[in-house]
C-alpha cells in the first residue's frame, strides 16, 4: 500500500546527543514536510522540501537539521542544540513542484514521540 | 505564528448530533483544508476548499468558506463516537502548498 512510514515510532535522547528520525514514502510526492506537534496544539512547519536535493526552513528550524538525498526519503535530525526537544514530530508528503505545488492535500506518517532522558 | 485559529477548542456532544467548528485566518488563501488527528497518530486529510469556492460536501461532512470574512467552518451532521478526534484546519497562501495549521478543535462524540 502506498503511504509514509515514520520510525521509531517512540525515541529518547539523552543530554548532548543528536538523534534522527526517518520518514520515508511510497507516494512519488515531490515535496515532503516535517512538523512538531506540542500537547493540545496545531503543527508548525520545521523544514519542508520541494524537490530533492533542495530544502527550505520553516518557522521553528533552529536545532534541527535535514537532508534531501532521495526523492523518498526525508530524515529529521533533532541536534544538542534543540533544547526543549520534547515532543511529537510528524512527516508528510504533498504533490510538489510536479503537480504545481498548489490546492495539494499532505498525507501524513503516524509520527514519532521524541522524549529527553 | 498560526494562520488559522480554530473555535471553539473543544467540543462535547451527543451521539446523532451535529458538530460544527469554526476557523479564522488572517491572510489571502490560495485554499483551505481541514485534517483529522486521532489520539496518538497523523493528520488525515478530510476536504479541501479553493479560495472561489463557497461550500463544499463529502459524506456527512460540510464546509464553509467566507474569504470576505477570512473565515470557514466543518460541519460533521449525525455524528458517531468515531468521530471523536481533533479536527484542524489549514491554510495555504502561497505556491509550494506550505501549509499553516491552527491549534485544532477537540471534538467528543459520547455514545
Known sequence: DGGITQSPKYLFRKEGQNVTLSCEQNLNHDAMYWYRQDPGQGLRLIYYSQIVNDFQKGDIAEGYSVSREKKESFPLTVTSAQKNPTAFYLCASGGGYSTGGKNQPQHFGDGTRLSIL | ?111
Not at chain 2, 479560495?51 to 468558506?65: A, I, Y
Open chain 2, 1 to 111: 505564528s498560526q494562520q488559522g485559529e480554530e473555535d471553539p477548542q473543544a467540543l462535547s456532544i451527543q451521539e446523532g448530533e451535529n458538530a460544527t467548528m469554526n476557523c479564522s485566518y488572517k491572510t489571502s488563501i490560495n485554499n483551505l483544508q481541514w485534517y483529522r488527528q486521532n489520539s496518538g497518530r497523523g493528520l488525515v486529510h478530510l476536504i479541501l476548499i479553493r479560495s472561489n469556492e463557497r461550500e463544499k460536501h463529502s459524506g456527512r461532512l460540510r464546509v464553509t468558506l467566507d474569504t470576505s470574512k477570512k473565515s470557514s467552518s466543518l460541519l460533521i451532521t449525525a455524528s458517531r463516537a468515531a468521530d471523536t478526534a481533533s479536527y484542524f484546519c489549514a491554510t495555504d497562501k502561497a505556491a509550494g502548498n506550505k501549509l499553516t495549521f491552527g491549534g485544532g478543535t477537540r471534538v467528543l462524540v459520547k455514545p
